[in-house]
């Protein structure tokens, strides 16, 4: 699958979906005036196929996330590229939980107990319905082979 979306203010995104890839993980890159920022994340650089493991059902072989070790092959690295300059890698905390820590987070805050948001980053219902709309889109203009405003698709008044 792969969208491109291209927002009121100009900044474009691109987004790609490989589904069916015993890989899981991802790649974000950022490009600006000044250089490149990348992130890549592999959750489960390796998943046994069954015909390696004929005695055992493809589901007994799968990462869970959550649970165990993804194994030797998963970790996160984040490089800035700099116009005109040498890239540098840049040191990451190590994380716990799947989605560099996300899940972690997240259900801390759903079913814990929510921490300090000094930055004023945390989510409101609203936010999250907004946050679906690129997804909505990206479903209506697959069914329909044409391109889809965000904005008609929900009243965000």
């Known amino acids: 699958m792969a969208v491109l979306v291209r927002y009121r203010s100009g900044t474009t995104l ?30 489960s650089g390796y998943t046994q196929s069954p ?10 072989s799968a990462v869970l996330h959550g649970v165990g070790d993804s194994g030797p092959n998963s ?3 984040l490089l800035l590229r700099p116009l005109w300059q040498q890239p540098s890698e840049i040191a990451l905390p190590p994380h716990h939980g799947d989605h560099g820590g996300g899940d972690v987070r997240m259900l801390e805050e759903l079913f814990g107990t929510p921490g300090a948001d000094p930055l004023g980053r945390r989510a409101t219902h ?5 946050s679906l709309l690129t ?23």
């Open 14 to 43: 691109t987004y790609h979906l490989t589904a069916y890839s015993p890989w899981e993980g991802y790649r974000v890159m950022f490009n600006g005036s000044r250089g490149r920022l990348e992130l890549e994340v592999t959750e």
């Open 51 to 60: 015909a390696e493991a004929p005695s055992h059902p493809p589901a007994e």
């Open 75 to 77: 970790g996160a690295r």
């Open 126 to 130: 609203h936010d999250g319905a907004v």
């Open 135 to 157: 997804g909505l889109a990206a479903n209506e203009s697959f069914r329909t082979g044409l391109p889809v405003r965000a904005a008609d698709l929900l009243d965000l008044g």
